[in-house]
């Protein structure tokens, strides 16, 4: 019979969208009281995979370094806790790959799990690319220089001649495309511009 300590763990944690925005606006008060929601979470679920302690704690602090450098970025509207473990899960994935070789092994979990977010990948990168087509030039820049090569607005507006403004209205207008476009594979969108 599993534990009371484990069944609260694999309780959802509701992290609400207003918490969400003060993250994306660097509020480092909002990226504690993440913290404190889901990190002893977050470590238990390393701590299964890799069974030591010390490397959990480790990977742990990484994944939240992580999100903190990516919090600009989070859609407040998502599953933010779904959104974090999947960063966890390919940050584990590329932990285990560089590990193999002092005999951390691969476990045949991580390994299915690797081959399917490999082809998910893939998918979803096609699709957001033909969404991308689709849209207009200015759209497109806008979204890849924010996205693509991490800008920020103010970047944006200085290099394109445009007010701050306008490129945050581009930017939402796109996520809004992509969201319905997507669909399901919406939360995969982020990964691919912060994950190697």
């Not at 590990?99 to 399917?116: F, K, P, Q, S, Y």
């Not at 979803?124 to 207009?136: A, I, M, P, W």
């Not at 693509?148 to 945050?168: D, P």
């Amino acid at each position: 019979m599993r534990s009371k300590q484990w069944l609260m763990i694999d309780q959802p944690v509701h992290i609400s969208s207003s918490l969400i925005v003060s993250l994306r606006q660097g509020s480092e008060q909002a990226f504690r009281n993440i913290f404190d929601l889901l990190g002893k979470k977050v470590f238990h679920y390393c701590l299964k995979m890799v069974d030591n302690k010390e490397d959990a704690e480790e990977l742990l602090q990484d994944i939240f370094l992580k999100i903190w450098g990516f919090r600009e970025h989070i859609d407040p509207a998502a599953n933010f806790e779904v959104f974090l473990f999947t960063v966890a899960r390919n940050h584990l994935l590329n932990f285990a790959r560089k590990r193999a070789g002092n005999a951390v092994l691969l476990t045949e979990h991580m390994a299915i799990m690797e081959d399917h977010q490999a082809i998910s990948y893939k998918e979803t990168y096609h699709q957001y690319r033909q969404v991308l087509e689709k849209l207009g030039p200015k759209s497109r820049q806008v979204f890849e220089l924010s996205r693509e090569q991490g800008l920020s607005n103010k970047e944006i507006a200085q290099k394109m001649g445009i007010s701050i403004r306008t490129v945050e209205t581009h930017v939402s207008n796109v996520l809004s495309v992509l969201r319905s476009e997507l669909k399901d594979t919406y939360l995969l969108l982020p990964l691919l511009f912060i994950l190697s």
